[in-house]
């Protein structure tokens, strides 16, 4: 970390010492190791080092622990419950740990039966409450003190202190104030429209140019720009010669816990993808195994703000505002909560649903149907645009390969599924196109196929006078999500196969 600014270390105040000590902690282990992403970077934590400096997000963060006697449990604390956290989660509760040690020493050594008068009292934000929650829970499955399981409802029902503050988040969201006016998104537009093609951007120029092409249009955070390595960078051409860039980005876990194996590619707009493809040639140029140079996301931002003031396009916004446009957008043009949920990678669709909310076209929506739209169809091609190719297909395990019969034909190698095919109750290929577990795969072939069957079977519906059943409707609206399908794999391959 070299040339970083070294941050003022988080002490915690010599104190008392508790009685906490004397409990039967559970046993930790004597090294801890935390990898931030951003700089690529692992810091190895050592039990009972007076110091402690991880890397958060690109900047140093330095803790200095107190007397040998407080330290090792404090310590303990932090191995015990941060294990295969982020840096940014351990970074939060050792320094909540260190500045309300006081206080986390009071909540345990009051016990249950006075922990709630105590947290109305003391217990007044976020971080705070989320530390204290996790310290307490462990003393219950421990069994230390005055804890036992039978309180664990008791810690679960303690206010977090977050509705309130995501009660605002979600109200300036329906009432569309988390959006880059559409003034600005005109402007972005005409930067990476104009500058895009520019004959001679530097690397500063591209850096910035292609984080703002990622973030306004598919949504991504920092982080996700920062980790992506040269090799997550697909650069192809198209049959006219213009530039095809495909990101990919591999998500070893969701927030809920659910581990995601592989990678979800997305297609960067083909009229944007110059700067990305021209930042892949410079990292390549330099030696860098990151797409990116910049170490934050400050300095990230900083390139985005220099890119667009070179032509005078204002940014008076943060790129979580991009990130909301993003979300909102799709909402805007018909995208269902589900998949607005995928896009943003939550865990629930809470926050899906205020975008929905919030839609002015949902009269629209209902009569377009979900797919009549060619507005919902260009979202879906320009927000998505995820694909796995033949070979990557051929790669993945057999049960995530989509196959199926559809009347007297034999489809196979449409695409991938998310989970695995034997676990879903729908019938293959029919009930695939449409699923937001689907990933199509760049096969023009495969889709035709699909295509074909499924409009024998539509015949057959016809030609028996029964339009209105509900396999029926399934099947029409399954061969529009193929014809989607087999129109954007043509488009991205340039109509070189298919």
Known sequence: MSGRKRKEAIRA???????????????????????????????????????????????????????EAERGLQQKLVMLTQVERSPSSVYKFTRSLLLNWTLYVHLLEEGPLRVQECWDDCVHDIDTAKAAKTILRLAISSSLGDWGT??????????????????????????????VSIARQAELVRVLDTRGLEPALLEQQAEGLAA??????????????LSIKLEHVHSLVDASGDPICLVSFHQAKQKDGNTVNGEMVRQVNPEWARPVVLLLEYAKSAGRTRLFSSENSEDLWSKVKNACSAVDAKVDFNISKLRHSS??????????????????????D?????????SRLQGNLINEALGASKLYDSM??????????????SRVDEAEQIGGIIGDTLVAGIGRCRTRQSACSYDPVISCYGCHKYIPALNPAAHMEAIAGMREQVLVFVKAGDETSATYLQMRKALAGAQRALED????????RG
């Open 13 to 67: 105040p010599t104190r008392d010492v508790p009685g906490v000590l004397n409990w039967a902690w559970p046993t930790s282990p004597r090294i801890f190791t935390v990898y931030d992403k951003y700089a690529d970077m692992e810091a190895v934590l050592v039990a009972g080092a007076e110091v402690w400096t991880l890397s958060v997000q690109g900047r140093e963060q330095v803790f200095r622990f107190p007397s």
């Open 150 to 179: 039978r309180y664990g409802d008791l810690v679960k029902g303690l206010d977090t202190r977050a509705n309130a503050i995501v009660a605002a988040q979600r109200g300036k969201i329906r009432r569309r104030e988390s959006l």
């Open 212 to 225: 703002l092409a990622l973030a306004f249009q598919h949504g991504m955070r920092p982080v996700q720009m």
């Open 327 to 348: 979300a909102q957008a799709l909402a805007d043009a018909g995208h269902s909560r589900k998949s607005i949920q995928w896009f943003l990678g939550h865990a629930n």
């Open 350 to 358: 809470n926050a899906a649903s205020s975008y929905v909310k919030a």
């Open 380 to 393: 879906v091609s320009m927000a998505f645009g995820e694909f796995v190719t033949v070979e990557e297909l």
């Open 489 to 496: 794999s043509r488009r991205i391959l340039g109509g070189a």
